[in-house]
Nanobody, 115 residues
Framework: QVQLVESGGGLVQAGGSLRLSCAAS????????MGWFRQAAGNERELVAT???????NYADSVKGRFTLSRDNAKNQVYLQMNSLKPEDTGVYYC?????????WGQGTQVTVSS
């Protein structure tokens, strides 16, 4: 079992920045990838970015060039730096961790971007 603890959400004006953090803990697990998904009101959950243990990243087209995902493998933590935020980035952001066999989710953190 893997527990994910997220932090860093909040309210920011358009054009501003936020940094989300997610720490994974548990026993006897090996992570394949970690990343972030988001869900806006009335919409389905969608990919934001993922980062494999080997360093490969995958970003949604809507955030390329604005968001940067980084990872501390030793600490099992990921960080999502979000710059040039837009109102359409508003939603609940969920940390995700995949251990090859299972998928785990954090409780979600709200990001609100005002225009």
């Amino acid at each position: 079992q893997v527990q994910l603890v997220e932090s860093g959400g909040g309210l920011v004006q358009a054009g501003g920045s936020l940094r989300l953090s997610c720490a994974a803990s548990g026993s006897n697990f090996k992570l394949n990838y970690m990343g972030w998904f988001r869900q806006a009101a009335g919409n389905e959950r969608e990919l934001v970015a993922t980062l494999t243990s080997g360093g490969s990243t995958n970003y949604a087209d809507s955030v390329k060039g604005r968001f940067t995902l980084s990872r501390d493998n030793a600490k099992n933590q990921v960080y999502l730096q979000m710059n040039s935020l837009k109102p359409e980035d508003t939603g609940v952001y969920y940390c995700n961790a995949n251990t090859y066999f299972h998928n785990f989710w954090g409780q979600g953190t709200q990001v609100t971007v005002s225009s």
